[in-house]
């Protein structure tokens, strides 16, 4: 059978697959009770917390260097193929074939040699006085005799191979540029495959530590902590991680290549005419850089209203029978409303910024383009090989050299035009691993001892030894709690809500530790144990009855792999859930029970909870109202198993029904963090006000 995924995993699937915001507001993360960090929080502590993410990913070398080969190999490519526009201008446009071409270049050379050789001849009359320029000829014969040189070597090998015609040229250079694009491409998709790897990879390892780490953490942690704010991180921001993980190793890796290439070969055709058109960038940088504060500042806040979002959805989900009950499904309609709305406009702020950016970088490839053709084209038109008295190129550009200079500005500005999405993707990456790291950095309070001392059997008593406890320092919870349970003792307590009872018990397992005093095992402080040896010892029945969407048999062997069916069917008889299950349920042991077991009435979960604990068989047994939301049948039946299961067995009991206390031996009376009176049912009635008071109410409700 398919297990379904609940309407909340659905809502948070979908919601991070169409939502696209950006960072967040940094959180100071302590027990889970999640405070707005200063919004003067420096930028490198969110970039600090993103290099831990670049770690993880640079773990992977082989792979990263495939993602950087592969874009080196794309941006070469990229460049070679524009480069292509000077050979079509400059060659066949003028009627020429490359060895033709090659043979004028020879000549040509030849030709600026010998008037550079007349120059100096002329200027030796006064050396002194011409010094500067008889430097600077004798290295326009240095690089001319470099060139002549070069294409005096290439010549021969053009004549054998190349086309000797304009045409075959055009068609040879056509089929070169197709190839070097497939070529491109295909390296393209490999970088692309790679690249989703890699940030996939991280985003999977990520996800599996943040999970173990939640699985980590003591329940303190969880107590004010709603659920949807984890989910959020822990599927929106690890997948703004992942993306941002291949932004980095992708688009800003791959288009910055692209673009010094592009760079390289606009140098190539003249350098200095490059820095005049470079001129541009200082400003329009700036102007991005105001543009990322604002874009950064309105991320954040989308990421609250995002995290406000997942909270009243998952508490809509969990209380939509009261809900309904209430009619309150207008009100409940207009607070998730509100909030979509102000989610809504943050998104809108973050789209207008966003639209910004891709103008911006455009003006600044078109202001590139239109100053380098104002300059070259002065400079092609008139032959000039100096700018307002700037030398700029040793000999008068060719149409050829604008052409592939030209291609070079305009292969820079898609590269630019690409790198606006990597801008926010990167913020967005860097404000995620803030949040993610700020559950990962967090310790549990409640940790393994250096040195565990081995937990002996309980044979002796469960002590409390003057126990305080306080979720918050100022509001106490528990005070000098003294309390001895002997071995196989049942006891009972009871009290007021509010006074403490649950809380006592979760100190047993260590959910929380003891803010003074100790609890002990035949005198072994379980603080000095190890944890796993403590909660192995231990069964817990609660009140709000916990099944996973899995089968019967897997929740019934919950916490006790090593079970096979014979057993678990054991256990299930003992609960008295057997018969239920064997003739009531479509598949027996194999029916999956739905989320949270909503497939099952309250009875029915309750006694496969109990046949978990009794196929645990605990030294330890912890009952917190057991039986408090279940209808008398099935309390009749849970009795009866656990008037079996108790039987000396140490057994702790919260219950507000006497018919439960009646399996304690003792029972304790607690009021406000006290214990106020201990002993047995008729020494209470007779001695204890509260205590007769809480039997006659239950009494009454239950006559």
Request: net charge neutral; with cysteine; proline share 4%.
């Amino acid at each position: 059978m398919i297990s379904p995924l609940a309407p909340e995993q659905l809502f948070a699937s979908d919601l991070a697959d169409l939502v696209d915001i950006g960072s967040v507001t940094p959180i100071c993360y302590k027990h889970a009770l999640l405070v707005p960090a200063p919004a003067t929080s420096p930028r490198s502590v969110a970039m600090s917390n993103f290099s831990r993410v670049l770690k993880i990913a640079l773990a992977h070398k082989v792979n990263v260097a495939a993602c950087l080969i592969t874009s080196l190999v794309v941006a070469t490519l990229w460049a070679g193929s524009l480069s292509a526009v000077f050979w079509i201008v400059d060659v066949v446009m003028n009627d020429k074939s490359v060895p033709q071409w090659m043979e004028e270049q020879v000549a040509d050379s030849s030709d600026r040699i010998a008037k550079s050789e007349a120059l100096i001849a002329e200027l030796q009359s006064d050396p002194v006085a011409n010094r500067r320029r008889i430097d600077l000829a004798e290295t326009k014969i240095d690089g001319q005799q470099r060139r002549r040189s070069l294409y005096s070597y290439m010549l021969p090998a053009a004549k054998r191979w190349l086309p000797t015609t304009p045409f075959e040229t055009l068609v040879v250079v056509c089929a070169v540029v197709m190839a070097s694009t497939l070529l491109k491409n295909v390296f393209r998709v490999l970088n692309q495959v790679l690249i989703a790897r890699l940030g996939n990879r991280v985003g999977l390892a990520l996800r599996k530590k943040f999970y173990d780490h939640l699985l980590r953490l003591d329940m303190a942690a969880f107590s004010h902590q709603g659920r949807g704010d984890l989910m959020n991180r822990c599927t929106t921001d690890l997948n703004f991680l992942s993306r941002g993980v291949q932004t980095l190793f992708g688009l800003a890796v791959r288009e910055p290549l692209k673009m010094i290439a592009c760079f390289i070969g606009a140098a190539y055709v003249s350098w200095r005419l490059l820095l005049l058109t470079v001129i541009v960038v200082p400003p329009t940088a700036y102007l991005i850089q105001v543009l990322a504060k604002a874009l950064k500042r309105a991320n954040r806040r989308a990421m609250e209203e995002l995290s406000s979002i997942y909270e009243a959805l998952t508490e809509t989900l969990a209380g939509m029978k009261l809900i309904k009950a209430f009619t309150m499904e207008h009100a409940e309609r207009n607070k998730f409303e509100q909030s979509a709305y102000v989610y809504y406009r943050r998104q809108m702020k973050i789209a207008t910024y966003n639209s910004l950016v891709s103008p911006i970088t455009e003006n600044l490839g078109i202001a590139m383009v239109l100053t380098a053709a104002l300059a070259g084209g002065y400079l092609v038109l008139n032959r000039e090989t100096h700018l307002f008295n700037i030398p700029i190129s040793h000999q008068g550009l060719t149409h050829g050299d604008m052409a592939m200079f030209f291609a070079m500005l305009v292969g820079m500005s898609d590269p630019a035009r690409r790198m606006s999405n990597v801008f926010n993707d990167l913020l967005q990456a860097a404000a995620a691993s803030d949040r993610v790291y700020q559950v990962l950095d967090t310790e549990p309070d409640i940790s393994e001892v250096a040195d565990p001392k081995p937990l002996p059997r309980l044979s002796q008593s469960l002590r409390f030894e003057h126990v305080d406890f306080a979720y918050h320092a100022d509001k106490p919870v528990l005070h000098d709690i003294d309390l001895e349970v002997s071995a196989g003792e049942t006891i009972a307590i009871v009290g007021t809500n509010g006074c403490g009872k649950t809380t006592l018990l979760s100190l047993v397992p260590r959910f929380y530790d003891p803010t003074a005093g100790r609890i002990t095992i035949d005198g072994v402080d379980v603080s000095d144990v190890r944890l796993s040896d403590l909660r192995s010892r231990i069964g817990m029945v609660s009140q709000e009855t916990l099944l996973f969407n899995e089968t019967v048999a897997e929740n019934i062997a919950y916490g006790a792999d090593d079970a096979d069916h014979q057993a678990i069917e054991a256990a299930a008889r003992k609960a008295h859930a057997h018969q239920f299950i064997s003739e009531k349920l479509p598949e027996g042991y194999e029916t999956i029970v739905g989320p949270g077991g909503n497939r099952l009435s309250g009875g029915q979960r309750q006694r496969i909870a109990l046949a978990r604990a009794i196929l645990r068989d605990p030294e330890v047994l912890i009952l917190d109202e057991a039986t408090s939301q279940i209808d008398v049948e099935s309390e009749n039946l849970i009795h009866q198993v656990l008037a079996d299961f108790t039987h000396n067995r140490t057994t702790l009991i919260i219950t507000h029904r006497m018919s439960t206390i009646s399996l304690a031996d003792r029972v304790v009376v607690m009021d406000k963090g006290k214990v106020l009176d201990a002993g047995s049912h008729e020494l209470l009635l007779a001695r204890c006000d509260l205590y007769r008071r809480l039997f006659h109410v239950d009494y009454r409700e239950s006559a």
